[in-house]
């Protein structure tokens, strides 16, 4: 038996995302954001209601994006529940320090060990931030002996809307375009 539950938000795993931003006088801020997601090899849409994150995203045409994780899980929930319009030092308390990235406008969290360097290209809907990637920076520390992402390394929190807790990936349970092979 099956039960209806309407229109929410239940599509796992959710990314913990967190934005950072330059304001106009080159203060980085960052918020918490669980509403996107890859849309294209080189796409994302976030979708957000008014922040000092969008007015800085407006104005700059840039962000990044830094994919939360465990580590790190206390000073990513603290950014999406602080105001920058209402803490000038929320990146500090946070513990974050930033670096401006290479290839757009928006600072690169040092703290966390994968980013997406993007631009701005449309506001859809008044809400929705489609950007293109135009870099991927990712902290050594978590790539494996391939020189890629290893996900022994690096633990990214999924967000869930159900019962707004945060949890960690298990482990590795089958190989993509390979394992549906076998019903051919």
Known sequence: ??????????LFPQPVMIIGTYDENGKANAMNAAWGGIVGRNEIIIDLSNHKTTEN???TRAFTVSVADLEHLVPCDYVGI???????????????????SKFV???????????LECVLTQVIDGSKYL??????????KILGEDGDI????????????????YYRLGEKVGTAFKDGAQLK
Do not use: Q
Request: net charge negative; charged share 30%.
């Open 82 to 100: 602080v105001s920058g319009n209402k803490e000038p030092d929320k990146m500090e308390k946070a513990g974050f320090t930033t670096t401006k």
């Open 1 to 10: 038996m099956r039960k209806d539950l309407g229109a929410n938000p239940y």
């Open 131 to 140: 950007g293109e990637i135009k870099n991927v920076s990712i902290d050594e």
């Open 105 to 115: 406008n928006a600072p690169v969290i040092n703290e966390l060990p994968l980013t």
């Open 150 to 165: 290893d996900l022994n390394k690096f633990v990214p929190i999924t967000y869930d809307a159900a019962h707004y807790g």
């Open 57 to 59: 995203l407006l104005e």
